[in-house]
């Protein structure tokens, strides 16, 4: 009972502000910050184009360091603190680029944390006159008709409409350079925050961040705080801003379905030789039933029930299926008539993508050696994600399949007639901070100051993060403000971010800086 009340005093603060926020005087912290990004976006979007012009994936390991020394940079520029690259005893590890603001008579410290590392890319997919990492304008969303558009000219006016398209744009950089520019913003308009503040940048996320245990362990001392606000994924569909208490976990698992040796003709071997590709489509599709749901056995046991505030705050989600239904261009969803954001706190399952023989102008008729597929599996609060594997390995097995982690050898090939390697990738676990935790009311409060409409509050978001290291290794809550386009096509081709949405989140930043 005390858990739903406060949760419903925490939706009434939401109702309130929204109500109450014609009536706030004119010269407040949000207007002054809004002037000082309206008077300095030129400058402000030239040096975001710069961080987006260097490469950083995982596999640019050179790439990733110049970044990291960049932004470096840029946080000593607008005066940070004990600025450094925090690294750990494993060698070739990506730095966390840190710094601190340290506030006299200040009480409570916020960590703001964002990653700067991006998903690879092909950019043979992105669209003409796109380059990953060639930062390029356009009138509006590609995929609704926009254009590129040349870079303005100093005083041009800046519509927030426009898109902004590079690998990072939205995933994480946009929340680098929306924390960096609202503490900018405070700074030169002589503003002072209310927290301490540390600044947490990570370049490894977008790989499950396998050694950000060891990071915070080493760094610990260096990063006790009250809270860390995590700016990464977008807003809520509906497009209000929103404030996320949990994230789901993920882990990925590699498949490979073994057929012949070596490529046969399908003319002269076709109905004898066992065709992999084949046989990976029927193991995959006996994953799941015709709704979507998971037929793996126990895939839902151990999940944690939603609290009743927390069924609250789902019921009071926008609704958005029908218009994202037909944005999307399907005709029916999964779920067997649940809503998005009720399936987006239950564990899942996906494929990632497949691979066999050649198709199109390279299509050969040939029974191939392999069929490969990378499953993702989203894990939510009471999943853990190596149980989760061994709840797939055991269904493969049942499936009739001799499940191997190497190459199988002569002697496996020729006892077992199915043969498949799984390949667990590190993964992580979920985490979720209670709605009424006594350290999320000032976060929601200082995120609704910014707007007149209700913000979102989600139990857990769709995206996953690895939030459960920070509790594991320092005890620390969490709780995610996103500023990104719900459209960003982050992972994907044509990564973009509105640059509406990213004055909105130096806006949000700021508030979050200045809380009460």
């Known amino acids: 009972m005390k858990h739903s009340c406060s949760f419903g005093r925490l939706l009434g603060v939401v109702t309130i502000l929204g109500l109450l926020l014609a009536a706030v005087p004119a010269a ?41 020394i960049i932004i470096a940079d840029m946080m000593r520029q607008r005066g940070l ?24 008579g200040a009480t409570r410290t916020l960590v703001f944390y964002a ?20 930062p390029v304008l356009a009138s509006g969303s590609l995929a609704s008709g926009g254009q590129l558009l040349p870079l303005p000219a100093p005083g041009t006016p800046l519509n927030p409409d426009w898109r902004l398209y590079a690998r990072g744009s939205s995933d994480d950089k946009a929340g680098v350079m929306s924390i960096l520019a609202a503490y900018q913003a405070l700074a030169q308009r002589r503003i002072k925050p209310t927290v301490n503040l540390k600044f947490f940048f990570e370049g490894e996320e977008e790989k499950g961040s396998p050694h950000l245990a060891e990071l915070l362990h080493q760094h610990r001392d260096l990063l006790k705080s009250d809270l860390w606000i995590i700016c990464d994924g977008p807003v809520h ?9 949990g994230a789901r976990g993920d882990v990925n698992v590699g498949l490979t379905v073994y057929g012949p040796k070596r490529p046969l003709h399908s003319g002269h071997y076709g109905n004898w030789a066992p065709n992999p590709a084949l046989g990976l489509a029927q193991l995959l599709a006996s994953m799941k039933d015709s709704t979507g749901r998971v037929t793996i056995a126990g895939f839902y046991d151990d999940v944690v029930p939603l609290t009743a505030a927390e069924l609250e705050a789902v019921r009071r989600v926008p609704a958005v299926e029908a218009n994202l239904q037909r944005e999307l261009g399907f005709a029916q969803p999964d779920g067997a008539g649940q809503s998005l954001v009720a399936l987006l706190n239950q564990p ?20 191939p050696t392999t069929a490969e597929a990378m499953l993702d599996l989203r ?39 199915r043969l498949v390697r799984v390949a667990p990738e590190t993964g992580y676990n979920a985490q979720r901070t209670p709605m009424d ?12 100051s910014t707007v007149a409409q209700p913000i979102v509050l989600l139990p857990t978001s769709g995206g996953s ?21 719900y459209d960003n096509n982050q992972h994907a081709e044509n990564e973009n971010i509105r640059l509406g949405n990213l004055w909105d989140g130096i806006e949000t930043m700021a508030a979050l800086m200045t809380s009460k």
């Open 28 to 68: 407040t912290i949000l207007q002054q910050v809004r002037q000082y990004r309206q008077q300095h976006e030129h400058e402000l979007l030239a040096e975001y184009l710069r961080l987006l012009a260097i490469p950083s994936v995982a596999a640019d390991s050179a790439g990733l360091r110049r970044t990291a």
């Open 81 to 104: 603190a004990n600025v450094q690259l925090l690294r750990t005893t494993t060698p070739g590890v990506p730095p966390a680029v840190f710094g601190e603001v340290r506030v006299p």
């Open 115 to 134: 990653h700067y590392d991006g998903q690879p890319v092909n950019p043979a997919q992105w669209a003409p006159g796109l380059s990953p990492f060639k």
């Open 237 to 245: 569909q509906s497009g209000r801003k929103q404030v996320v208490f």
């Open 348 to 367: 899942s399952l996906n494929i990632n993508g497949l691979r066999s023989a050649n198709v199109g102008a390279q299509a050969a008729n040939v029974i």
């Open 379 to 417: 894990l939510v609060l009471g999943n853990d994600y190596q149980r989760q594997i061994e709840k797939v390995v055991r269904h493969i097995q049942h499936q009739g399949y001799f499940v191997t982690r190497a190459e199988p050898t002569d002697a496996e090939r020729a006892q077992h007639p």
């Open 437 to 448: 935790a006594p350290v999320a009311r000032s976060v929601v409060q200082a995120v609704q």
């Open 465 to 485: 993060l690895p939030l459960y290291v920070f509790k594991q290794e320092l005890g620390a809550a969490t709780l995610t403000v996103p500023v990104a386009n």
